[in-house]
């Protein structure tokens, strides 16, 4: 069974500052991991994605993830953060080892970042 | 590219009425789509697999005669609630997986149903 955590239900953080979305994930086999942000009453916009080659993976309107094999983490940050960027975060795996026909993603409960003006 | 859409985006009905929201791949083929319900403040919770031609694989505790999926094409499923109860009250989300090298769901934009 694959799951995914997130620890935060919420991240406060200044406009301007470096921000920090936590993930950590349990797969029995090798992880593909992604981020997705939700805007209110809006379905899920992909941000970015690992599947394999370098650890450090740059998405969407300037966000980047660390994948951390030790840790089981993929961490998404963000240089400077956006009063834009208020929204819901959530990370999700999936188990590539669980069979080619199946793209099934587990998601974390998700983490609302509030960036303060 | 890789677009999905879902209609309609939001819904009202009375309580015991059927409710019948589409999802569409307007730029590939979905092998597979998915359908999820997220209540308020939550994550999302997968309903069911469901794959072209085929009949579709339900989550534990969802029930198949409520949450009628069908996947009759490679660019539409749809989702019928049936007999509706306010309980039912929910947004739904639709996702698809492309054909063979894609690795990531694209999702709709949900539909907002309202069960009075």
């Known amino acids: 069974a694959q799951s995914v955590a997130q620890p935060e239900d919420q991240v406060n953080v200044a406009e301007g500052n470096p921000l920090t979305v936590k993930c950590t994930y349990s797969?029995?086999?090798?992880?593909?991991l992604f981020w997705y942000v939700q805007y209110p009453n809006r379905g899920l916009q992909f941000l970015l994605k690992?599947?394999?080659?370098?650890?450090l993976v740059k998405g969407s309107y300037g966000f980047e993830a660390e994948f951390n094999k030790s840790q089981t983490s993929f961490h998404l940050k963000k240089p400077s953060a956006l009063v834009s960027d208020s929204a819901l975060y959530f990370c999700a795996v999936r188990d590539i080892d669980s069979g080619a026909g199946s793209y099934q993603l587990t998601f974390g409960k998700g983490t609302k970042l509030s960036v303060i003006p | 590219g890789a677009v999905v859409s879902q209609h309609p985006s939001w819904v009202i009905c009375k309580s015991g009425t059927s409710v019948k929201i589409e999802c569409r791949s307007l730029?590939?083929?979905?092998?597979?789509m998915f359908w999820y319900r997220q209540f308020p403040k939550q994550s999302l919770m997968l309903m069911a697999t469901?794959?072209?031609?085929?009949?579709?694989?339900?989550e534990q505790g969802v029930e198949k005669d409520k949450f009628l999926i069908n996947h009759a094409s490679l660019t539409l499923s749809t989702l019928t609630v049936t007999s509706a109860h306010p309980e039912d009250s929910s947004f739904y989300i639709c996702?698809?997986?492309?054909?063979?090298?894609?690795?990531?769901?694209?999702f709709g934009p949900g539909t907002r149903l309202t069960v009075l």
């Open positions: 730029d590939f083929q979905a092998t597979t």
């Open positions: 690992y599947i394999t080659g370098d650890n």
């Open positions: 797969v029995s086999g090798n992880p593909y």
């Open positions: 469901s794959n072209e031609g085929s009949k579709a694989t339900y």
């Open positions: 996702s698809a997986n492309g054909a063979k090298g894609y690795n990531e769901q694209f």
